[in-house]
């Protein structure tokens, strides 16, 4: 990991230091959280494509039957092949 230059904003002398213990701790932790909530939105997008549009939806909500019900298996084998993690 590189160094850490601060800046004096009012004199603009500039230092260098090494990351402490607990700076590289805090930012392998926040790095983690990203990686995570990246990976979980990716199940989402997965879903999203392969989700019945909109138009399909009112089209079986609206004619009921084997139309919702085939709807709702399509619905519910994107959730199975893209499950939350």
């Given at each position: ?13 500039e230092t260098t230091r090494s990351y402490t213990q ?10 983690a959280d990203e990686k995570k909530a990246f990976d ?44 939350k993690s």
């Amino acid at each position: 990991m590189a160094d850490v230059i601060e800046v004096n904003v009012l004199t603009g002398e500039e230092t260098t230091r090494s990351y402490t213990q607990q700076e590289k701790d805090n930012i392998a932790a926040a790095q983690a959280d990203e990686k995570k909530a990246f990976d979980d939105s990716d199940y989402k997008n997965k879903r999203r494509a392969h989700y019945p549009t909109i138009q399909e939806a009112v089209h079986a909500l609206l004619d009921g039957g084997d139309t919702l019900t085939d709807l709702q298996a399509k619905r519910t084998a994107v959730k199975e092949k893209y499950k939350k993690s």
